[in-house]
T-cell receptor, first 115, second 113 residues
Framework: DTGVSQDPRHKITKRGQNVTFRCDPI?????LYWYRQTLGQGPEFLTY????????KSRLLSDRFSAERPKGSFSTLEIQRTEQGDSAMYLC?????????????FGDGTRLSIL | AQSVTQPDIHITVSEGASLELRCNYS??????LFWYVQSPGQGLQLLLK??????LVQGIKGFEAEFKRSQSSFNLRKPSVHWSDAAEYFC???????????FGTGTRLQVTL
């Protein structure tokens, strides 16, 4: 069990640029989640995948955000035309199967800073 | 609305003292409940979970939590705190087919030597 891996750990970019983050879940986990955590707050749900299908998106996920999980393995989260308000920690989690009783395992996150 | 409340933003305890972190949830039924811990710049580590059955659940690192349906609470406890327990603690629940987690705002624990 190598855990959930996220890359990069830190990203600094100028406002208006596009950024992409990657998440590699635990290998046998078919569910993958993205959360956003701002300073002093708990993580907030953004979206999740069951295998390669994106099944739910939060209203927090504006049309500048897009997430993919081709082939049901790793996932990417892209933010286009970044804004100051996008500065946050982006966390990825994975779980084995569905059901609310399956605990989610988190990666160390990607911290995004918008200049 | 579904929500999790952690009323204590910051708690300071002495090493060796006991600890209790409070968590209350608002949901129409009994959700699945979790406690996570986050060290600075790190992701979240699962401490323990409650799904059903025994209302006192044991977790890692000597933590335990008690589910009280009548109070909609799921408080985290540890009999003797170690300096390495200093971190941010989040209570969360999950519901529905998405199993997405709803988190509280967290409690920052400081441990004095």
């Amino acid at each position: 069990d190598t855990g959930v891996s996220q890359d990069p750990r830190h990203k600094i970019t100028k406002r208006g640029q596009n950024v992409t983050f990657r998440c590699d879940p635990i290998s046998e986990h078919n569910r993958l989640y993205w959360y956003r955590q701002t300073l002093g707050q708990g993580p907030e749900f953004l979206t999740y995948f069951q295998n390669e299908a994106q099944l739910e998106k939060s209203r927090l996920l504006s049309d500048r955000f897009s997430a993919e999980r081709p082939k049901g393995s790793f996932s990417t989260l892209e933010i286009q035309r970044t804004e100051q308000g996008d500065s946050a920690m982006y966390l990825c989690a994975s779980s084995l199967g569905g059901g609310s009783n399956q605990p989610q395992h988190f990666g160390d996150g990607t911290r995004l800073s918008i200049l | 609305a579904q929500s999790v409340t952690q009323p204590d933003i910051h708690i300071t305890v002495s090493e060796g003292a006991s600890l209790e972190l409070r968590c209350n949830y608002s949901y129409g039924a009994t959700p699945y409940l979790f406690w996570y811990v986050q060290s600075p710049g790190q992701g979240l580590q699962l401490l323990l979970k409650y799904f059903s059955g025994d209302t006192l659940v044991q977790g890692i690192k000597g933590f335990e939590a008690e589910f009280k349906r009548s109070q909609s609470s799921f408080n985290l406890r540890k009999p003797s705190v170690h300096w390495s327990d200093a971190a941010e603690y989040f209570c969360a629940f999950s519901t529905g087919t998405a199993s997405k987690l709803t988190f509280g705002t967290g409690t920052r624990l400081q441990v004095t030597l």
